[in-house]
């Protein structure tokens, strides 16, 4: 058995990215004979995704029951002091510090990793300025490495390991026909993160038939709902189908996935699409596409919280819908693809 590796999980849904790359990452330690134990302050409102961790006695799920500050502090210290791990990976950066306190009290000669899975700015009650003690940074984009280096985190301590995406046999068909059929996949926020709204207006302006395919849930769905009515869009004009825990089940035919978002760490959603062969026009926000879209290629990338340029971006993708091999767009992702993140992840971790 190898060494004993701690992952502290930041809060989470149950029903985003973060979960995909934690059971990726995680049943990738398990099968190189890692110990792994995963931490939960604070336990997911939906748990159905924890289905995905391999079945093993190497894996220890450990929830906490007590969510005030004080009681995930505890939880965290009497957990590391019991499991005495030699490596801690900590998904945000205020785990990074309490576990920097308590390391040379309790936990001895122990590697701090920071692996954060959202940009590094205009964050509420999250200190940045915690990232500084790790001892090492697993970083999900080039653009959360650039972050970390204009804050003076050296170079050599920053390692770039893009979250990875399984092959997929099938190719998801283009529709061929005179619609340009569009698919959401996420949860639904009207502005904020998602920034649905966005999408809204820019095909409400469009000079090309359309049809959006929407697969997710969320706090704004009524809002967004009574938004498309006051746009006086057509009423067959969106479907939506809610959320699916396997949304790849229901998606036969697609021409395009749609991405408007303000913010990522490094949007999972879109290697799923890719990997299936489909094409993805998503907003070129500050961490993660400009890493994986390709403009002609696989898809294309609009200035972020612009409804102007996604419109354009729409238009120009529409009369060459058919023309983008779906073959092309699987292979423009294979730096990503999970046989070469696992020796990358191990040797970093060794």
């Known amino acids: 058995m190898k060494s004993r590796i701690c992952i502290i999980a930041p809060p989470m849904s149950g029903r985003g990215g973060t979960e995909s790359a934690l059971i990726e990452f995680t049943n990738i330690l398990i099968r190189n004979k890692y110990e792994v134990n995963l931490l939960f302050p604070e336990d997911t409102q939906y748990n159905e995704w924890k289905n995905g961790f391999i079945q093993s006695d190497s894996l220890h799920l450990i929830v906490n029951k007590q969510y005030n500050k004080v009681g995930k502090s505890l939880f965290i210290a009497y957990n590391l002091f019991r499991i005495k791990p030699k490596l801690v990976v900590c998904m945000g950066p205020n785990m990074i510090r309490f576990v920097s306190k308590i390391k040379k009290y309790i936990l001895g000669k122990i590697k701090i990793y920071s692996w954060v899975h959202f940009t590094l700015k205009n ?36 390692h770039v390991i893009f979250n990875s995406v399984k092959h997929t046999e099938y190719s998801i068909e283009s529709s ?44 704004d769905e009524r809002k967004i709902k009574e938004y498309i009515q006051a746009k006086n869009l057509p009423d067959n004009s969106i479907n939506w189908l809610g959320w699916s825990d396997n949304p790849w089940l229901d998606v036969k035919k697609m021409d395009a996935l749609l991405l408007t978002s303000n913010y990522e760490g490094f949007p999972m959603v879109l290697l799923e699409a890719l990997s299936r062969g489909l094409p993805c026009i998503s907003a070129n926000c500050e961490t993660g596409p400009s890493d994986i879209i390709k403009n002609q290629v696989n898809g294309y990338l609009f200035e972020m919280n612009n409804s102007e340029d996604l419109k354009q971006k729409l238009e120009i993708f529409y009369p060459k819908k058919a023309n983008f091999d779906r073959n092309v767009v699987k292979k423009s992702i294979s730096t990503y693809y999970e046989e070469n993140y696992e020796s990358k992840l191990i040797e970093l971790l060794s």
Do not use: C
């Open 176 to 219: 061929r026909d005179t619609f340009l059929n569009l698919l959401y996949v996420g949860r639904i926020t009207f502005e904020g993160q998602k920034n649905l709204k966005l999408g809204i207006d820019a095909l409400s302006k469009v000079e090309i038939p359309w049809k959006l395919t929407v697969i997710g849930s969320g706090k």
């Open 123 to 158: 964050l509420q009650f999250i200190n940045i300025s915690h990232m500084k003690f790790a001892d090492e940074h697993l970083v999900i984009s080039n653009g959360i490495k650039q972050q970390l280096i204009d804050m003076n985190i050296p170079k050599e301590r920053i």
